[in-house]
C-alpha cells in the first residue's frame, strides 16, 4: 500500500535483490519465514503476487486462477491476467478477506490469441497462508512445446494488512488517476482567439460593470509607509524608540542592541520594581548552572543615568552573542536563549550553497553586507527594500539598516541642507558617526545570527567607504551596490516622492520650500560624489526601466552574491499588475481532499466564466498580458474561458506534493497516519509529506517563478493553487516565512498585486462565494 499505516508481511524472495526492484525484501517462507501475526477488527491482506523472466517467449501474458478470493474458478478461461509493471516483470494484485486465511492457486500463461492453449504451470497448486507462500515456492516452471523447453520464472509475493479506509482510499486514487484527463491535447503554450461559448447577458456568469464593487477588505494589507521607515530599529540609539511595558523596557524594533542607554525620566514609578526583577532574573538564571554571562539571551543590561541597573528585554529575532559554554534553554514564548542560527531557514539549492560556504568558505564569508552608493533619489532605499525581502523569502536572515533613520533619531529630522554640505565639518562629522553607528549595529546583529545586511546609505566618497571596508574586515564580506540613474522623468518622481513621504520634510507643508531644500542638499552630494572603483561591487547603471541599462560587477564571486546579480539584472520599477487566484472548487475541494488533479465542479466551472469576464474587463486596454497555470487540470480548465491572451503552463506552479497522503482527507491522515498529522502539525513550514514535499521545497522550485514576474513588463495572471500562492503572497507582501502555511488563500478570489516605484500594493476582488 505504501502508506505508514500498514503492516507489511513479505513473502518468499525479494524482487530488489533479483533486479525487479518492486518487491520489497522479506524472510523467505520455508526457509526462515515467520508467521503472520493475526489480523482483526475489520482488517484485511493486501497481496500483490509478482513473476519476472527477462526472456518471455511470444506473445505469453501470465495468469492467476485458483481459489476464492483470486477468481473462485479452476477454469483457465477465467484467469485473472497480470498487469506488466517492467519489460519483465508482471504483478497481480488483490485483497483476502478475514474468513479466506488461505488460498490455493497456480500461475499459467495465456497467449493473447485464444486459438492457442495456455500453458500451466507444473506442481501442485501453491498455497498461501496469511500472505505467505508456502513450500518451494521462489520458480515457476512452464513445459513449452512438449518436453522439450522449459520457461522459467521467478515468483515473489508481498502482503500489507490494511483497513477497510486505506483500500477505498487507494481505490479512489486508483479510479481517479486512471480517468481520462480532460485537457490532454492542450499544448504548454495556447491562446484562445475567439470566446467558444460566450456568457449571455444577464447570466450567471456575468460580472457588474464596475469591478469595484466586488472589492473586499485585504486581511493583512502590506504597510504604506516611507520605504525607509520600515528598516531596523537603531539599537544604538533605542533610547528615542523604547517604550516602557510591564516595567521592561521593550524595544520597539526588531533589532537587538549593542550598547543601549535610556533616558529614563518620567519612568520613576518602575525603578524600584524593574531593579528588582531584573536582579532576581538574572540571579535565577546564572545560579541555574545555564548561563554565565552578564548577557543573557535577549536580556542586555542597562546603565541608567542615575548608576542603577535594568533590563532590557528586545521584541526581535537577533540576540547578542553568548559565551561558547553556555547551553541552549527556552523559558518563555518569545524568550530564546543559546547559539546563534547560523544556517539560512530555506531547503534546496539555497540550504546546499550555505553549507558549502560554511564548509570551504572563510568566516567573513559567511556574512554578507550589501553597501547602497550613490545619490539622493536614485533608487538606493527601493532596491535595498527589494532586495531584503527577497533574500528573506528564500530563508536568509536578512535585514535592512538605513544611515538616514539613524541620522534622524541622532540629529533630529528637519536638519537643512547645509548640513549635508562638504565644508560643514560638524556636519560630516556627525553624518559619519551615525553610519559608524549602523554599521556597528549590523555588525552586531551577524555576530547574533544575522546573515544578510542591506546598509542604506549615500556612501558617495571613497573615504566614507574606506571606513565600512576596515570595519568589515574579520566581520563580514561587503559588497558595493551602486545605482546610477541618468533618466531626468525617473529622478522628479523620485524627488517629488521624496518631499513627499520623506520624514525630512514633514514639518514642510510648502512644497516649492522643500523642493528647494532639497535640491541644495542634493547639489551638495553631488559636488563630492565619487562614483565605486574599490573592492567587489555591483553597479546598476539606468537599471529602472528593465531595458536599455547596464550592470557592471567586479570581483563578485560565490552562491549567494551570484544570485544577488541575477536577482538585480531582472529587476525594473515597470508599473504593472500581478493577478494571483487559486483554480476554480474542484471535486477534491468539495470532499475535503488533498492533492489529486480533479476536474472542476459545477461551482468550479461557474468561477472559470466569471474569471473570464473579469480578467476581460481588467486587462482590456493590456494586449501583452499573459496567463499562467499549472500543469494540473483543474487551473488549465479555469484559464479556458480566458480568450485573447497566451496561456502558459508551468509545472513549478503544482500544488505541493503530499506524496502518500494524495487523496486522503486530514481526517484520514489523522486515523491512519497520526504521527505524521501531528508533525505537520507542529511545523506545517518544515514538514515534508512521505514521498512528497515541503513548504520549504515549494519556496525553492518558485524562485524561477518570482525572478520571470519581476522580469516581466506587462500584466500576468497566475493561476494555480493554495500553498503554491501562499508562497508567492508571502514574497510580494513581505511576510516572514514562518507565517507562509496559514496565509489565507480563499477560492473564487483574486488578488491583485500592483509593482510599481511606490513599492507594492495590494487589492482583492471576491467574484463568488
Not at 370 to 398: N, S
Not at 581 to 589: A, F, Y
Not at 607 to 636: D, P
Amino acid at each position: 500500500m505504501g502508506t505508514s499505516g500498514s503492516k507489511g508481511i513479505d513473502g518468499a524472495g525479494s524482487a530488489d535483490a533479483a533486479g525487479g526492484g518492486a518487491a520489497g525484501g522479506g524472510g523467505e517462507a520455508g526457509e526462515g519465514g515467520h508467521a503472520p501475526e493475526a489480523w482483526h477488527g475489520g482488517a484485511q491482506l493486501y497481496v500483490s503476487l509478482k513473476m519476472e523472466n527477462a526472456r518471455i517467449i511470444g506473445d505469453l501474458v501470465p495468469h492467476v486462477y485458483g481459489s476464492e478470493p483470486i477468481i473462485g474458478s479452476w477454469d483457465p478461461a477465467r484467469a485473472l491476467a497480470m498487469e506488466r509493471e517492467l519489460a519483465s516483470l508482471w504483478t497481480l494484485s488483490f485483497v483476502v478477506p478475514p474468513d479466506h486465511e488461505t488460498v490455493d492457486f497456480k500461475f499459467l500463461l495465456k497467449p493473447k490469441e485464444d486459438t492457442t492453449p495456455c500453458i500451466i504451470e507444473e506442481g501442485p497448486p501453491r498455497l498461501l497462508t496469511g500472505g505467505m507462500l508456502e513450500g518451494d515456492v521462489r520458480v515457476a516452471l512452464f513445459k513449452l512445446n512438449g518436453d522439450d523447453e522449459v520457461l522459467e520464472f521467478r515468483v515473489f509475493n508481498k502482503a500489507d494488512i490494511v483497513s477497510p479506509l486505506e483500500l477505498a482510499a487507494s481505490w479512489r486514487v486508483y479510479k481517479e488517476n486512471f480517468q481520462p484527463s480532460r485537457v490532454r491535447g492542450i499544448p504548454d503554450v495556447s491562446i484562445n482567439v475567439a470566446p467558444t461559448n460566450a456568457p449571455e447577458e444577464g447570466s450567471a456568469a456575468t460580472l457588474e460593470l464596475d469591478l469595484e464593487h466586488y472589492v473586499v477588505p485585504t486581511p493583512t494589507a502590506p504597510p504604506n509607509e516611507y520605504a525607509a521607515n520600515l528598516a531596523a530599529t537603531p539599537a544604538s540609539l533605542i533610547q528615542t524608540g523604547a517604550l516602557w511595558t510591564n516595567d521592561v523596557l521593550l524595544s520597539d524594533g526588531i533589532q537587538s542592541p549593542s550598547t543601549v542607554s535610556a533616558d529614563f525620566e518620567g519612568h520613576s514609578n518602575h525603578k524600584k520594581n524593574i531593579e528588582a526583577w531584573a536582579t532576581d532574573s538574572a540571579r535565577k538564571i546564572q545560579t541555574s548552572g545555564l548561563i554565565e554571562s552578564k548577557s543573557v539571551g535577549t536580556f542586555t543590561s542597562l546603565q541608567k543615568p542615575d548608576g542603577q541597573k535594568g533590563l532590557f528585554v528586545d521584541r526581535g529575532v537577533g540576540f547578542p552573542k553568548l559565551p561558547k559554554s553556555s547551553s541552549t534553554c527556552s523559558l518563555a514564548s518569545g524568550l530564546s536563549f543559546g547559539s546563534a542560527k547560523t544556517m539560512p531557514e530555506a531547503a534546496g539549492a539555497v540550504a546546499a550553497a550555505a553549507v558549502a560556504d560554511r564548509l570551504h568558505g572563510s568566516k567573513e564569508d559567511r556574512k554578507l553586507a550589501i553597501a547602497l552608493v550613490g545619490l539622493p533619489a536614485r533608487g538606493k532605499t527601493f532596491t535595498a527594500v527589494k532586495l531584503t525581502r527577497y533574500l528573506r523569502w528564500l530563508g536568509h536572515e536578512t535585514r535592512h539598516f538605513n544611515v538616514g533613520k539613524y541620522r534622524r533619531l541622532k540629529h533630529g529630522a528637519n536638519q537643512a541642507a547645509d548640513f549635508f554640505r562638504d565644508d560643514n565639518p560638524e556636519g560630516i562629522e556627525a553624518r559619519n558617526e551615525v553610519a559608524a553607528l549602523a554599521m556597528e549595529d549590523m555588525i552586531d546583529w551577524m555576530h547574533g545570527g544575522g546573515q544578510v545586511g542591506i546598509f542604506d546609505a549615500t556612501n558617495s566618497t571613497t573615504k566614507r567607504r574606506r571606513m565600512l571596508m576596515k570595519m568589515a574586515e574579520g566581520n563580514c564580506k561587503i559588497i558595493f551596490l551602486e545605482t546610477i540613474c541618468n533618466d531626468p522623468l525617473i529622478i522628479e518622481t523620485n524627488i517629488r516622492l521624496k518631499i513627499q513621504q520623506s520624514p525630512d520634510y514633514a514639518d514642510q507643508p510648502d512644497y516649492e520650500a522643500g523642493l528647494q531644500d532639497f535640491m541644495e542638499r542634493l547639489a551638495n552630494y553631488e559636488k563630492v560624489y565619487e562614483p565605486v572603483g574599490e573592492g567587489s561591487y555591483i553597479k546598476m547603471i539606468d537599471m529602472v526601466k528593465g531595458q536599455g541599462g547596464q550592470l557592471q560587477v567586479n570581483n563578485i564571486s560565490g552562491y549567494l552574491p551570484g544570485r544577488i546579480v541575477f536577482f538585480l539584472v531582472n529587476s525594473h520599477l515597470t508599473p504593472r499588475p500581478i493577478l494571483l487566484t487559486r483554480h476554480g472548487e474542484s471535486l477534491h475541494n468539495v470532499r475535503g481532499r488533498v492533492g489529486g488533479d480533479t476536474v472542476l465542479s459545477e461551482k468550479g466551472e461557474l468561477y472559470a466564466k466569471k474569471l473570464a469576464s473579469f480578467i476581460e474587463k481588467r486587462l482590456k486596454c493590456e494586449k501583452t498580458a499573459t496567463i499562467w497555470t499549472s500543469t494540473l487540470q483543474r487551473t488549465i480548465l479555469t484559464a479556458s474561458p480566458i480568450v485573447g491572451f497566451p496561456k502558459i503552463q508551468w509545472r513549478a506552479l503544482d500544488e505541493i506534493n503530499s506524496g502518500v497522503c494524495d487523496g486522503m482527507t486530514y481526517e484520514e491522515i489523522k486515523k491512519i497516519m497520526p504521527e505524521e498529522f501531528e508533525s505537520r502539525k507542529k511545523d506545517k513550514l518544515r514538514y515534508r509529506y512521505p514521498r512528497g514535499e515541503s513548504y520549504l521545497d515549494v519556496i525553492q522550485r518558485l524562485e524561477p517563478v518570482i525572478i520571470e514576474l519581476e522580469r516581466q513588463r506587462a500584466p500576468v495572471v497566475v493561476i494555480s493553487h493554495q500553498a503554491v500562492l501562499r508562497a508567492l503572497y508571502a514574497y510580494f507582501a513581505d511576510r516572514p516565512l514562518r507565517e507562509v502555511p496559514d496565509i489565507e488563500m480563499p477560492l473564487h478570489t483574486i488578488i491583485e498585486i500592483q509593482m510599481g516605484v511606490t513599492g507594492v500594493e495590494e487589492k482583492r476582488y471576491k467574484l463568488m462565494d
